[in-house]
């Protein structure tokens, strides 16, 4: 576990980055709390801030968060330096304050990557992440009758590492801890969930293609092979997913039966 | 078929060109330091005879010095390029960034790649301007070898390492060598997607002792040679 | 004036209508289809399923949510998994079968027809999902995996790890991308529906809020369907996420859509308890874990701070297994909250805050070992030491309920469409299908029935029959838009000025808001209960529109977006509290202590044997309640008895 005080409360210094607006410029404020329980969670804390905030009749904190329980993927705060604060496989609504020492500096900053534009305060626009999504995320299937379910036999252990790379939330960590901000474990994931299981097939060729170009059209980074990506995932999702990727990306790319765009004689 | 251009200069298609660049590199490096292995031979003949062995190869030796020219000028652009885009995807830095350690292969030499491809690069500058274009047969570095007069490449290499200063540049730089490995073989065979969950563990473990054997093979060389020939001049 | 209430349901066998409905639905021909505009509020599992399929069919589609991402909706949050009537294990489940459990489950409190529909649209869903790349389990033969959840007598439940949600969101989702790509829904992120614009009688746009640049927008269409969720929030601490809100239904409510059930919430037994005054959500665990573990107190109050290890057998209370002796911990999730908080009530909760019990493993660990149960139950074991700094291999577990679902939701008929013409409500922002209860793993299976298999067909036909009207299209400019418009700026500005000047947070309104609900409005209702909460909610809303503090920022501001979704939430509350006052009877989630046989709870068919729609009549007049009478042709009310 990760502990790291077995206090009941602590003192703790926080700096948080704040920015009033996607355009202009940002600066840190210092901030002080006492007595904060050990037992609560990160977020907790700074949900007591901001009230303390909003009673001081300032402008209180905005930060992102929905769930709360490591699913939804909405928040993203990068805790003293790393994704997610200092917990692996956890998001930062997992964090609980016992993970912080007694009077320790606390630094909080957004998603940093100029593909997540900074809303407000710790608040990032992350729609690149889903124009990546819609380049080609998805199997093409309509709402409709289709074969049964288990007219198709995948193997157990298929099933088993799409569901892995299908674990993804989402959050953009893995782009927020590379030192490139590349997006290629986010991209990767979704390519090899749908490589991985037959129903992706038919479009595996595009998809690769579309949606690397989308992940750089955006504006991210290039990855270096650092695994940061990996080690900063709350769900754990494995590079080993990038080297699919980049297989069905080589493979599509020489391909020569792929042709872009709509068939000929689609115009009915 | 998307244009060939499109393929090579996505974030993907760069780092195929650097991997695959970067194994052709290794292979040549492997080729260069089993060539090598001459040096540690009593008398300069057999280094002698495989440098006059390559010259015999006229257009080849040339056709195969442009093709690693070509290779290596690839490898730097390419390696420009990916550095450039990662600057540029993030204007605004940390305060003060922190790996969350686990299976991160984040680590001061995987993180400056470019920095120690630079310094190999300078090295290999000064490498070439000693022995690729140092003193020739014109000059009077002449040898016989079974009769024939050839080049004489050894007293090249001899005259310089019994020089300190140039004993320890060249030790320096095959920690660079090394460090560039490390991180460089690894990376290559995931960049170029042929990674897989079975294999990367050994691979990467293959990659120290690849760059260890390589750095050790070729830092003890000037070692051997200012430690034996050194009282000699 | 008493409004009507028909289910529209056709006539015929039960098994036969959804079918006679398709066959005598109004169509709308291919090229007419692009000509008509769809708006979809939300993006959970009825919203993204229902905008990707409707955009599919060809209609122009508009999609809304408050996230940057239609991925982020708390369906996401769903484990446990998705029923489906496959049968694939050939244990005797049918269609049959899985619509008399969902009836009965829900305590004889929903529509025949509607029920049955959901069972017979169970069956593609799965198909549908695999088809869109969902990684259900398997089995090693490559076949789909099954399990049996919630005390059901067959496996039909199928998941993906215990995150079947996230999947199956993450399939609608995908599907709803692919048509953003082709151009046929456009996505509105960032939007929060604060009005239905109501043009002639029928529902032809909203009023949004754009939460990052705080503009306030119009929106016209020809028809707007919400999939807003639950309203769990209401209660303050839940296991919803921290931005569900009752916004977009209460104020299609305030427009005149009826609400229907409001009081049938859910309370899930396995929850981690609430640790502190500043907690503003709860986590639940599996209900899986009541299969091992056993649910007990002191007997003596005395020794509840005691370190549990030092209570000897013979002083615990494993009060399920001794009042439920054929069902134990496995009794159904109503149940066993009612039985903890109880027992808690009497002073014999444990850990600081005496509200909680234990759930202890050290039996299974016995007769098992560690290793089995880590295998089993490691991730949740992980989750909870994570979170309470409890290692529960060593200690038990310590759980509270915390409310999880709600049943209630607007009013809709067979159609999903609200009394207000136009006005769709799918998922669980409508109040059909669960009756007083809903099953484990049901509500998975109705917000993608209602997307992906009802709306598209339910649409169709409203739009073919009121095509001459409907293809004469609305501007925004209309006086309607801004009349709504209006009346959505004056409020944001009413807040904003009284919020100068004001006292209290509406974080702390909500707080106080919530334990109010929770104490009167929760687990055990007594007349009494309701009335006080009544009381107590009207001198909340008074604080609320006298002394609330806010800061002044029309941009990015959760505060502001807490406090428009709190004024909802006040109004909504004082509606449950009214209808479980009304209702005079045990049933499902609700729980009337003035009637009960024998401790158990006391269903009256007689009195009670219908929905109950609210119609607001303005935020100062007493709302009127209507009837919809159900109707049992196929099934026959029975006692629930777990003893």
Not at chain 2, 108 to 130: A, D, E, K, P, Y
Request: aromatic letters at 10%; one cysteine or more; proline letters at 3%.
């Amino acid at each position: 576990m990760s502990a790291k005080t077995t206090a009941k409360h602590i003192n703790i210094r926080l700096k948080i980055w704040r920015q009033e607006s996607p355009k202009v410029q940002g600066n840190f404020e210092e901030f002080s709390l006492d007595q904060v329980l050990t037992s609560m969670s990160f977020l907790e804390m700074l949900d007591v801030l901001n009230e303390k905030i909003l009673k001081s009749g300032k402008r209180p904190i905005e930060f992102e968060s929905d769930c709360r329980e490591g699913i939804c993927g909405t928040c993203s705060l990068v805790v003293s330096g790393q994704a997610h604060g200092p917990v692996k496989g956890a998001t930062t609504c997992q964090l609980y304050m016992r993970s912080f020492q007694n009077n320790e500096l606390i630094t909080i900053e957004p998603w940093r990557a100029d593909a997540f534009p900074v809303v407000r305060d710790l608040v990032t626009d992350r729609r690149a992440l889903d124009r990546i999504m819609m380049a080609g995320g998805y199997t093409g299937a309509k709402t409709g009758p289709h074969a049964d379910a288990n007219a198709i036999l995948i193997p157990k252990d298929l099933a088993e590492r799409a569901m892995d790379a299908a674990a993804c939330i989402g959050c953009g960590a893995c782009v927020a801890a590379c030192p490139n901000a590349s997006a290629s474990l986010f991209t990767s994931a979704k390519i090899a969930q749908l490589t991985l299981l037959p129903q992706g097939h038919p479009q595996r060729k595009e998809r690769a293609l579309k949606m690397v170009g989308q992940m750089d059209k955006e504006g991210f980074g290039s990855c270096s092979n650092l695994q940061e990506c990996e080690a900063a995932c709350p769900k754990k999702i494995s590079i080993q997913n990038i080297a699919i990727m980049k297989r069905e990306y080589f493979k599509a790319a020489i391909a020569a039966d792929y042709r872009e765009g709509k068939s000929e004689g689609d115009g009915a | 078929m998307i244009p060939l251009k499109q393929l090579f200069t996505s974030t993907l298609g760069r780092k195929y060109l650097m991997g695959a660049s970067g194994f052709a590199l290794v292979l040549f490096i492997v080729i260069h330091l089993l060539g090598n292995l001459t040096l540690y031979a009593s008398s300069g003949d057999p280094i002698n005879t495989y440098a006059a062995k390559l010259d015999g190869l006229g257009v080849g030796k040339l056709i195969l010095e442009i093709g690693l020219a070509l290779t290596i000028i690839l490898h730097i652009i390419t390696a420009v390029q990916v550095t450039l885009s990662s600057k540029g995807a993030r204007s605004v830095g940390y305060d003060s960034p922190k790996s969350k350690g686990g299976p991160t292969k984040n680590t001061v030499t995987s993180r400056n790649m470019i920095i120690t491809g630079f310094v190999l690069f300078v090295f290999m500058g000064i490498h070439l301007w000693q022995f690729r274009f140092g003193p020739e047969i014109e000059d009077g570095y002449t040898s016989m070898v079974s009769g024939v007069m050839v080049h004489d490449l050894y007293r090249v290499v001899v005259e310089t390492f019994v020089q300190i200063k140039w004993v320890i540049f060249y030790v320096g730089s095959m920690f660079f060598l090394g460090f560039h490995f490390r991180h460089g073989f690894w990376s290559a065979f995931q960049s170029l997607g042929i990674m897989n969950p079975r294999w990367s563990k050994p691979i990467y473990f293959l990659g120290l002792v690849i760059a260890i054997l390589l750095t050790v093979g070729f830092l003890f060389m000037p070692i051997y040679i200012y430690t034996t020939q050194g009282g000699v001049h | 004036m008493s409004i009507d209430l028909k289910s529209g349901a056709p006539d015929g066998p039960l098994k036969d209508k959804w079918d006679s409905y398709k066959a005598n639905m109004k169509l709308v021909n291919p090229a007419n289809k692009r000509k008509y505009n769809v708006i979809v509020v939300g993006t959970g599992l009825a919203g993204a399923s229902a905008a990707a399929s409707l955009a599919e069919l060809g209609y122009n589609v508009k999609s809304f949510c408050t996230h940057d991402s239609a991925r982020r909706a708390h369906s996401i949050a769903a484990q446990g998994g998705i029923n489906s009537a496959k049968s694939y294990q050939n244990d005797g489940d049918s269609v049959w079968r899985l619509f008399y459990d969902t009836i009965k489950g829900g305590d004889y409190r929903s529509r025949e027809a509607n029920v049955y529909r959901l069972a017979q649209n169970s069956l593609g869903i799965i198909d549908q999902c695999v088809a869109q790349g969902v990684p259900f389990a398997r089995e090693y033969s490559g076949e789909l995996a099954n399990r049996s959840f919630g005390g059901a007598q067959v496996s039909r439940t199928f998941y993906a790890r215990g995150q079947t949600g996230q999947q199956l969101l993450l399939g609608a989702y995908s599907a709803l991308m692919k048509e953003v790509e082709k151009g046929k829904v456009t996505l509105f992120p960032f939007r929060e529906m604060l009005d239905v614009v109501m043009v002639d009688g029928k529902a032809r746009g909203i009023i949004t809020r754009h939460l990052h640049t705080g503009e306030i927008e119009r929106h016209a269409a020809d028809l707007v369907i919400l999939c807003t969720g639950g309203y769990s929030r209401v209660y303050y601490l839940s296991t919803s996420a921290m931005n569900s809100n009752v916004t977009a239904t209460w104020r299609a409510h305030k427009k005149g859509a009826l609400f229907g059930n409001p009081c049938y919430v859910q309370i899930h037994p396995t929850c981690i308890p609430v640790s502190g005054s500043h907690q503003a959500k709860l986590t639940l665990m599996s209900e899986s874990l009541r299969n091992d573990g056993r649910v007990w107190v002191p007997k003596k109050k005395e020794n509840c701070k005691k370190d549990p290890s030092t209570i000897a057998e013979e002083d615990r209370d494993y009060f399920l297994e001794r009042k439920y002796p054929s069902f134990g911990n496995l009794v159904p999730r109503d149940v066993a909250s009612r039985n903890a908080k109880e027992v808690c009530d009497e002073g014999r909760g444990v850990g600081d805050s005496g509200l909680s019990v234990y759930l202890d493993f050290a039996s299974a660990i016995k007769r098992d070992g560690e290793s089995v149960v880590r295998e089993k139950y490691g991730n949740l074991f992980d989750m909870y030491h994570e979170i309470t700094n409890e290692n529960p291999y060593k200690n038990p577990m310590r759980i509270y309920p915390a409310v999880h679902y709600t049943m209630g939701g607007l009013w809709v008929d067979y159609n999903l469409m609200t009394n207000l013409p136009g006005l769709f409500c799918a998922g669980e922002a409508n109040f059909s299908d669960h009756g007083a209860n809903r099953l484990g793993a049901s509500a998975l299976m109705q917000g993608l029935s209602d997307g992906y298999f009802v709306l598209p067909y339910t649409v169709t036909n409203y739009l073919g029959t009121h095509s001459q009207e409907l293809l004469k299209k609305v501007e925004t400019t209309h006086p309607e838009f801004d009349k709504a418009e209006g009346e959505v700026r004056a409020e944001i500005n009413r807040m904003i000025t009284v919020g100068k000047g004001g006292k209290r947070t509406p974080s702390e309104i909500h707080r106080d808001l919530g334990n109010v609900m929770w104490e009167y409005v929760g687990m055990a209702r007594s007349e009494k209960g309701l009335k006080i909460a009544i009381q107590k909610i009207e001198e909340l809303q008074k604080d609320f529109d006298q002394n609330m503090m806010l800061n002044d920022d029309q941009n990015l501001n959760s505060n502001l977006e807490t406090a428009g979704r709190l004024a909802d939430f006040l109004g909504l509350g004082a509606l449950m509290a009214r209808d479980a006052l009304q209702r005079a009877e045990s049933c499902g989630g609700h729980f009337r202590i003035e009637s009960q046989d024998n401790g158990e709870a006391k269903r009256d068919d007689e009195n009670y044997a219908h929905t109950s729609a609210w119609e607001y009549k303005g935020k100062s007049a007493e709302p009127v309640m209507h009837k919809e009478k159900l109707i049992f042709e196929n099934v026959h009310p029975s006692v629930r008895s777990y003893k």
